[in-house]
């Protein structure tokens, strides 16, 4: 765009052939951009109003406000404005008041190369028409191109003289510094003063900054109303505007200096750069461009806002050195050369932190290491001999500052961790260069001159971090080699302090590989090994399985797995096998518990062959101690499939131990008494057969019950049950099977089972004995025998009309028999009539018991029994009986 300029006022005729009144008068040739919009906005002016009743006059308007303005427009191009008023238009004596005339200089930002403020008062801008150049019916020239000339009123020796005045100088800080929060805070500083000190206000304002960054402040010397300015510095005038001093103070919208009331808005102006300015304005202005050209030269920093403060820390860094900058001078530092330096200069920068070496050691250690990570952060655009400089300085600081007898672990971690955390950001190994032989000593040393326990345990993470960031070998860790030897070293001395600090260590030795699967393990291991070279106690191997142990449950299902991978590498199987343990009564309900038992058991006892052998048993037994405890809280189908799970691979193991037995129990109750399917009778012949053949023991039980009612089903020949029952009790407990915790009911069901198909022979009194021989019996019990045997033959007898049968089970009955058995015959045969009784009667007196005197006697009082009870009475009798039993 090069430099144009452009003048508008109140004129006959305007170089674009308007006719008369307020117009652009003329421009240089070559300003294309002269009628757009935001350049027109630069012709803006709005007269102070005056007071009521008062006219303007030609005296008056002499002393309207000079708007003296500097604008950045939207295209990037800079603009400087003097805004005059005329007062008359260009008809002069005779015209109208509200004339002004604007001329402004547009230019590239490149083209602006002095500080806009000098062209107040210079020739560039005119603040006055002649009477003939506006009065002219011919359009104007073109204007030629302007030239950027500084006036006589502005420079820097004007500014230090002005700033020399009364309390100037301070007031000028407190412009500084607000002008600075404009970014962040949006708020203007607004100055009513005599007019040509606002200027030089503003001008002090831009000498403070680098020419390209003082071009980014927008001023203007005079707004009408200052709210609605574009410029971040406005002048004002104390009447006949909007600006109101205390209304401006008061919304706090805006940073006022009003010297005309004498009214200020409180600002704080504490800060070396503060300092620093006084004394270039004092004694020393080309320190401040010194300070300008390492802006400029040596940053890409051009905004004008609180990164000024970084700016001069850094160049006061490079120039006096860390002793003159704070902790917190420092951290603005860091922030302003990541962001503004090139590569180049922030090499400078860590050149002149390394000469500063002695200084940084003097920093508290929280400032030191803050200087340090800095230094760490540039590594990489440093040469090797340099990066290793850095590299010492941090660790001989590290050292230093872990040596010292006042610093707290609160204080001194989490400054490692930093500065370990940055280094890790660039693939630096702290540890590995802490363990580098001599630092390796020093850091050792420590202890002996300050052994805290916290110092110990943050040695132990830096060892075992060095051993992970190098991935040494585990044979590395064997007590025999240095970085093994370390930790036995430790631990041996840690624990003479006491035992529960040795507890500790290896607590923390652990930690430090909980996220390596490999490590851990091993380490476990060479820490039991130094444990028993020390000739510790068992206690002391117990508490470091049970914190592995611990740990270990608490990590995930494949950390987990690969740990017991490891484990089984070296056939660890009492290890793994108490992992599993705890694993398993983790567990909160018993189907997570069977779900992690089966993934277990398949995983690993049925692939690893000796550590089933060593530990499937046990196991298993585990497992079913806990399914014992917790079965009550699952349904009952569910209960009989866990249970049969759990002895079927117990049988399948050839286990011998006692819960088998109640499993075996257990499964049995889940079996009806009545007729079996398929499936029970196989159940039912494997429970045999592990009896018989692993447990080596007598059958009893429901058991027993079960195989006295198989082996009498498949009886197909009367000779065949003796032998049966002699073949049953050679299997079973002598006393027989019993029928505890059956129900009556139940009972009745099985001999119906048991006995169905020898219904279908001529018992004699001998078959009727062997098949009694086989039971325990309770009274209950034998009373219902009876009742079966007497019903089912009497039933069969009837309908072949052969009573031999059922007389050979009277003849039993007699003998086996009591009272109460004769009482229930009499009753069950009262309901023949008198007929059918009496042919009984005799065939039984005069065949069957003939000869039997006994039996004839017992068999009368049956007969007697029989004729005495009325069989409408009896059927009421065991209705009510049956009652009582439900």
């Not at 002649?130 to 000339?149: D, H, S």
């Not at 510094?177 to 100055?191: C, P, S």
Request: charged share 25%; glycine share 4%; with cysteine.
């Amino acid at each position: 765009m090069a430099k144009h300029q452009i003048i508008y006022t109140s004129c006959m005729r305007g170089i674009d052939g308007v006719n008369d009144g307020q117009q652009i008068f003329s421009y240089d040739e070559s300003f294309a951009d002269g009628k757009a919009d935001e350049v027109k906005s630069l012709f803006t002016y709005q007269v102070p109003a005056l007071p009521a009743g008062t006219l303007m006059s030609e005296e008056i308007a002499l002393t309207m406000p000079v708007a003296f303005s500097y604008r950045l427009l939207k295209s990037g191009s800079a603009s400087v404005t003097l805004n005059t008023y005329l007062g008359r238009d260009y008809m002069g004596s005779a015209g109208r008041f509200g004339n002004h005339l604007s001329h402004s200089v547009v230019c590239d930002f490149s083209d602006f190369d002095i500080y806009p403020c000098e062209l107040y008062a210079s020739t560039t801008l005119r603040s006055s028409m002649t009477y003939e150049e506006v009065n002219n019916p011919e359009p104007p020239a073109y204007l030629p191109t302007p030239e950027l000339i500084k006036g006589y009123v502005i420079d820097p020796d004007s500014i230090v003289e002005f700033l020399g005045i009364s309390d100037n100088l301070e007031r000028y800080k407190q412009m500084v510094t607000a002008m600075l929060r404009f970014q962040t805070e949006k708020k203007r500083i607004v100055i009513c003063d005599e007019p040509e000190n606002i200027v030089k206000w503003i001008a002090a304002l831009h000498y403070t900054l680098p020419l390209d960054i003082a071009k980014n402040v927008n001023f203007t010397s005079y707004e009408f109303d200052p709210e609605l300015s574009p410029s971040q510095i406005c002048g004002v005038v104390s009447e006949g505007t909007r600006y109101n001093c205390i209304n401006y103070i008061s919304s706090n919208r805006h940073y006022v200096f009003d010297f005309i009331n004498n009214k200020f808005t409180p600002v704080e102006t504490n800060n070396i750069l503060m300092d620093f300015l006084d004394t270039a304005f004092s004694f020393s202005y080309d320190s401040l461009t010194d300070f300008h050209s390492f802006i400029l030269n040596n940053t890409i920093y051009r905004e004008c806002n609180d990164k000024f403060y970084a700016a001069f820390y850094l160049y006061n860094l490079l120039s006096e050195g860390i002793s003159e900058i704070t902790k917190e001078e420092f951290n603005e530092i860091e922030q302003f050369a990541e962001q503004f330096l090139t590569d180049g200069k922030k090499k400078e920068v860590v050149f002149k932190l390394l000469e500063e070496q002695y200084n940084i050691n003097q920093l508290e250690n929280d400032y030191a290491l803050l200087v340090l990570g800095y230094m760490l952060q540039s590594l990489n655009i440093l040469e090797r001999t340099q990066q290793n400089m850095v590299k010492q300085m941090i660790v001989d600081r590290l050292i230093m500052s872990l040596s010292t007898g006042n610093i707290s672990e609160e204080d001194y971690i989490p400054l490692y961790n930093n500065i370990d955390n940055m280094a890790r950001s660039i693939n630096l190994s702290i540890p590995a260069e802490l363990m580098v032989e001599k630092n390796r000593d020093s850091l050792l040393n420590v202890l002996s001159e300050s052994p805290e326990m916290w110092k110990v345990y943050f040695i132990v993470r830096i060892i075992s971090e060095y051993v992970k960031d190098m991935s040494l070998s585990t044979e590395e860790l064997y007590p025999d080699r240095p970085i093994g030897a370390i930790y036995y070293g430790l631990v041996g001395s840690v624990y003479r302090t006491g035992r529960n600090n040795g507890y500790t260590v290896i607590e923390k030795i652990l930690e430090g590989f909980e996220s390596d699967v490999e490590y851990y393990v091993d380490m476990t291991l060479n820490i039991e090994g130094f444990l028993k070279d020390l000739n510790l106690g068992e206690e002391d191997v117990d508490h470091l399985w049970e914190y592995f142990y611990g740990q270990v449950l608490n990590k995930d299902d494949v950390s987990f797995e690969a740990i017991n991978k490891k484990l089984a590498e070296y056939d660890l199987f009492e290890e793994m096998y108490h992992l599993y343990e705890r694993n398993l009564k983790k567990k909160a309900s018993l189907p997570e518990t069977r779900e992690y038992f089966e993934s277990y058991w398949n995983a690993w006892f049925s692939r690893n062959k000796k550590y089933g052998q060593a530990y499937a048993a046990i196991a298993l037994k585990t497992y079913e101690e806990i399914y014992e405890r917790k079965i009550s809280t699952i349904p009952d189908k569910e209960q009989f499939d866990y249970t049969s799970e759990i002895l079927n691979m117990a049988m399948k193991m050839g286990i011998t131990d006692d819960y088998v037995s109640l499993l075996c129990e257990t499964i049995l109750e889940y079996i009806p008494m009545g007729k079996r399917t398929s499936e029970n009778k196989e159940t039912i012949s494997e429970l045999y057969k592990y009896n018989r053949e692993v447990l080596n023991k007598a059958i009893e039980g429901k058991l027993l019950l079960f195989i006295i009612a198989l082996q009498l089903n498949r009886v197909t020949r009367k000779n065949d049950i003796i032998t049966t029952v002699q073949k049953i009790k050679s299997v079973s407990v002598e006393s027989g099977a019993c029928f505890e915790r059956i129900a009556d009911g139940k009972i009745k069901d099985y001999f119906e089972w048991a006995f169905d198909s020898l219904g279908n022979f001529n018992l004699t009194k001998e078959d009727y004995e062997a098949l009694y021989s086989l039971f325990d019996f309770t009274n209950s019990v034998h009373s219902i025998f009876m009742d079966y045997w007497c019903r089912a033959i009497y039933k069969d007898s009837k309908g072949d009309k052969d009573y031999s049968s059922f007389a050979e089970f009277l003849r039993f009955m007699f003998d086996m028999g009591n009272q109460n058995d004769q009482d229930m015959v009499g009753k069950y045969l009262c309901k023949l009539s008198k007929s059918k009784l009496e042919d009984l009667n005799v065939e039984m007196l005069t065949i069957h018991f003939k000869r039997d005197r006994k039996a004839a006697h017992a068999w009368s009082n049956i007969r007697e029994i029989a004729d005495s009870t009325n069989p409408l009475l009896n059927n009421l009798s065991n209705l009510g009986n049956l009652f009582k039993k439900k």
